[in-house]
C-alpha cells in the first residue's frame, strides 16, 4: 500500500510518495519511521496554526458551525479516504483556537507549547502513574511539583499532595477525605446513618452540589450560604446557617471557600472561614480551582490569605498554570488525612496499605490509571521558571482590571462589578424597546458567529452579563477595545 507523504510543510500537494509497509499490520501501527514523518508535519502544522493565529488579526477564533452540520462534516470525512495529515488539518480548521489572542472564554489554560510537547511525550510512554513501577519519573517528578505547590500555600512539611483528573474529582476527593476525618462513624467500612452536611457559598461552582450528592447528602446536605454585594460568602449569616442546619438534625463536615468563584472570580474571605472552621471543628477546604494560581503571585497572594489555614486546597493547573488538561493539584495540610481518604486492601497492587507510600500515588487518588500529568507542569518549570507563573498571572489579572475601566467609562456599556481575578462581566445597555437580555444574549451570539473574538454568557442575580475569562497573556488592550467596539457594531446592526 501506498501513503502519501507530504514533501513540504506549508502545501499539502503530496507529490512526493514513498512505498512504507501495509497500514493494515501491527508491524505499522508502531513503525519509528512512520512515526517520525507524521510527527514532524503535525508539529508543523501545529507552529503554522499559532503563528497565524498570533499574527493575523483577521484569523478567525472560531468557525461556528451547527451541531447538526459539523456531525455530517465528519461522518463524510469517515466514509472518505482522507489522509490523517488532512485529518488533523481539519480537527484544527473545525476546533477553537485558545492560541488566538482574542480567546476570551471559558477558562482552559492557553497551554505553554513545551506543556504540549511533554503531552506528546507522556501519551505515547503512557506510564500509569498509580504504581510507582509504571511511572518513576512522572511520580517523583509529581512529587516535586506538588511540594512546591505546598510550599507557595505556605503549608510546612507535614503537607503534601497528587495531581489528580480535574477540579471536579479533587474536590470530591478532598470532600471524601474530610467525611473520613470529621464524620461521626466510620463511614467508609459502614456507611452513614446521621445527615451529614457541608456549607459553601452559593456562588460555589456546581461541582461540590454534586460532590455533595454522590457522598449522598442529598439537597439539604448541601447548604448554600449567601453572598454579599462582591459575590464572597456573607460571613454575617455563616453562624445563622449552620446553626438553623444543626437544628435540623444535620452533622456538618465542612466548610468550602472559594478562591475564586467560577461566574464572577470573587475570592472569600479565608481568614474569616478559617476562624469558623477552628470554632466548629469543621474541615476547611479551599476551592482555587481556578484562581489558586496566585500562590505563585507576590503582587496577588493577598486575594487567599489564610489559605494556609485550610485542611485541603485544589489548584487547576489547566485553568491559570498555563498547562493542558485535565491537571489538578490537590493538596493536604496533613499528609495522614491523604493516605486516610481511600485506607482499604488493595494488596496486590502495594506491599502494605500501612507504608505511606509517596511514590505509589494510586493510593491517594480516585484514579487506578492516571496520565503522566506532572511533566506537563515540570516541563513548564524547567524551561521558563518558577516566575513565569507569576508574570502569567499578574499579567491577566491586570489585563482584566484595564478592561474594567475601559468598561466603566463607555456609556454604552454596564460593568456587574469590579473584578478581583481575570473575570469580567459587563453588558450592552443602550438597548431601546427591547430585552436588555436577550438583546445582549443576541450580541453574543452573533459575535461567536463572526468569528471575530470568543467570549461567554452568565447569570448574575437573574441579569444576563457577557463574561470573558481573559485567558491569553498575548491578548493586548486594543484587543479588548477591539471587542467593545465589535459588539457596539453588532448592535448597531441588530437593533
Ligand atoms: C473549573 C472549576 C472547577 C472544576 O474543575 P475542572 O477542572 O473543570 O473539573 C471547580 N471549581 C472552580 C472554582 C472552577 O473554576
Redesign the pocket.
Known amino acids: 500500500m501506498l501513503i502519501h507523504l507530504v514533501d513540504s510543510h506549508h502545501n499539502f500537494s503530496y507529490s512526493m510518495q514513498k512505498t512504507i509497509p501495509d497500514l493494515g499490520t501491527l508491524e505499522s501501527v508502531y513503525d519509528p519511521s512512520n512515526f517520525r514523518n507524521i510527527g514532524h508535519e503535525i508539529i508543523d502544522l501545529l507552529a503554522d496554526h499559532i503563528e497565524k493565529v498570533q499574527t493575523d488579526s483577521e484569523e478567525p477564533v472560531l468557525i461556528y458551525r451547527e451541531p447538526k452540520d459539523e456531525l455530517l462534516f465528519w461522518k463524510q470525512d469517515f466514509s472518505s479516504d482522507s489522509e490523517i495529515l488532512d485529518v488533523f488539518d481539519n480537527i484544527l480548521k473545525h476546533s477553537i483556537s485558545m492560541h488566538h489572542p482574542k480567546y476570551m472564554g471559558h477558562?482552559v489554560a492557553v497551554p505553554a507549547l513545551i506543556s504540549g510537547l511533554a503531552g506528546l511525550l507522556s501519551d505515547v510512554l503512557n506510564n500509569g502513574t498509580g504504581v510507582y513501577e509504571v511511572g518513576m519519573a512522572s511520580n517523583a517528578i509529581e512529587r516535586i511539583v506538588t511540594d512546591l505547590v505546598a510550599k507557595r500555600i505556605g503549608y510546612n512539611s507535614e503537607a503534601s499532595g497528587f495531581l489528580t483528573s480535574?477540579?471536579?474529582?479533587a474536590?470530591l476527593t478532598a470532600l471524601l477525605a474530610a467525611r473520613k476525618a470529621k464524620a461521626p462513624t466510620a463511614v467508609w467500612e459502614e456507611g452513614h446513618q446521621e445527615k451529614l452536611a457541608v456549607l459553601v457559598s452559593e456562588e460555589a461552582?456546581y461541582?461540590i452540589d454534586r460532590a455533595a450528592r454522590i457522598l449522598g447528602f442529598g439537597n439539604d446536605g448541601i447548604i448554600k450560604v449567601p453572598v454579599d454585594s462582591e459575590f464572597k460568602i456573607n460571613i454575617e449569616v455563616l453562624e445563622e446557617y449552620y446553626t438553623t442546619a444543626k437544628e435540623k438534625g444535620f452533622h456538618v463536615i465542612a466548610l468550602i471557600g472559594?478562591s475564586?468563584?467560577?461566574a464572577t472570580g470573587s475570592y472569600d474571605n479565608l481568614n474569616h472561614l478559617a476562624n469558623f472552621a477552628e470554632k466548629y471543628d469543621l474541615w476547611f477546604h479551599v476551592?482555587g480551582?481556578?484562581g489558586g494560581g496566585v500562590i505563585f503571585s507576590k503582587r496577588n497572594k493577598h486575594l487567599v490569605n489564610g489559605i494556609e489555614r485550610a485542611d485541603s486546597v485544589v489548584i487547576?493547573f489547566?485553568?491559570m498554570l498555563m498547562t493542558p488538561?485535565?491537571n489538578?493539584g490537590l493538596i493536604f495540610k496533613k499528609t495522614e488525612d491523604a493516605y486516610q481518604t481511600f485506607a482499604q486492601k488493595a494488596h496486590y497492587l502495594w506491599d502494605s496499605q500501612d507504608t505511606r507510600e509517596w511514590y505509589n500515588s494510586g493510593k491517594r487518588t480516585f484514579e487506578c490509571t492516571k496520565f503522566m500529568m506532572s511533566i506537563k507542569v515540570y516541563a513548564i518549570l524547567k524551561t521558563h521558571g518558577e516566575e513565569i507563573f507569576e508574570k502569567h498571572i499578574d499579567t491577566l489579572y491586570n489585563l482584566a482590571s484595564i478592561f474594567s475601566k475601559v468598561i466603566d467609562d463607555n456609556p454604552n456599556f454596564e460593568l456587574a462589578l469590579r473584578p478581583e481575578a481575570n473575570i469580567v462581566n459587563f453588558r450592552y445597555t443602550k438597548v431601546k424597546n427591547k430585552n436588555v437580555n436577550s438583546f445582549n444574549a443576541d450580541i453574543r451570539k452573533n459575535l461567536i458567529i463572526s468569528g471575530k473574538f470568543y467570549i461567554v454568557q452568565t447569570t448574575i442575580k437573574k441579569e444576563l452579563y457577557l463574561r470573558t475569562a481573559i485567558m491569553n497573556p498575548l491578548t493586548k488592550e486594543e484587543d479588548l477595545i477591539s471587542l467593545l467596539n465589535e459588539i457596539e457594531t453588532i448592535a448597531e446592526t441588530i437593533k
Open positions: 477558562q480535574g477540579g471536579t474529582l474536590n461552582h461541582c472559594c475564586c468563584s467560577t476551592d480551582a481556578h487547576d489547566h485553568k488538561a485535565l489538578t
